[in-house]
């Protein structure tokens, strides 16, 4: 492998916008998009109070943990299922710290301190590490692909060979067909043109066995 081959980790991460921001949602997801990630999966759910107990678990026995399960129990949420590189640690840096009133001196233009209160009312959450991540995505994405997916020039190579040719030609087609549904007629034709699916070989002379 060339030694100056750049590896590219595209991370999974949950970014969870809070009760207390849900009105700021748009403009929330605007940043999220702006910053280069790509939304997977996005849900709006309404946690009871022991959802709330099972997703921050880790802080139980804390003195403001019963206020924090009551906050989060208290309205919607939006999760989502975001990915780019090194998301983890870009998505940490843009919420800011867990304060609120520290992010507005420390991180300004964070969007704990443009949207959130205090130390829990802090508007967004953010997984913490690959560990937490790939906890709190099963929480709320049961179906969620957690495996980080490499970016190099063996996957150019892999797709110059095995994917483009065949492609091309179908978004060929497509362009001389142009189907009312575009996206639908592709995969139909893809699926009916995969040069690697198997195919039954009949025999030139089979063998036919005399009825007894």
Known sequence: MNENTTFINIEQTLALIKPDAIDHAEEIEDIILSNGFLVLQKRRVQLTPEQSSDFYAEHSGKIF?????????????????LARNKAIEHWRKIIGPTNSAKARDEAPTSIRALYGTDNYKNAVHGSDSLKSAFREIQFFFSNGIIEPILSNDDAKDYLRK???????????????????????WLSDWLANNNPYRPRIVEPENPIVQEPI
């Open 65 to 81: 943990f019963p206020s924090l399960v009551a906050f989060m129990s208290s309205g919607e949420s939006i999760a989502y299922l």
């Open 162 to 184: 095995y994917v483009n040719p065949t492609l091309l030609k179908g978004l060929i087609q497509l362009c001389k067909r142009k189907p009312i549904e575009p996206i639908i």
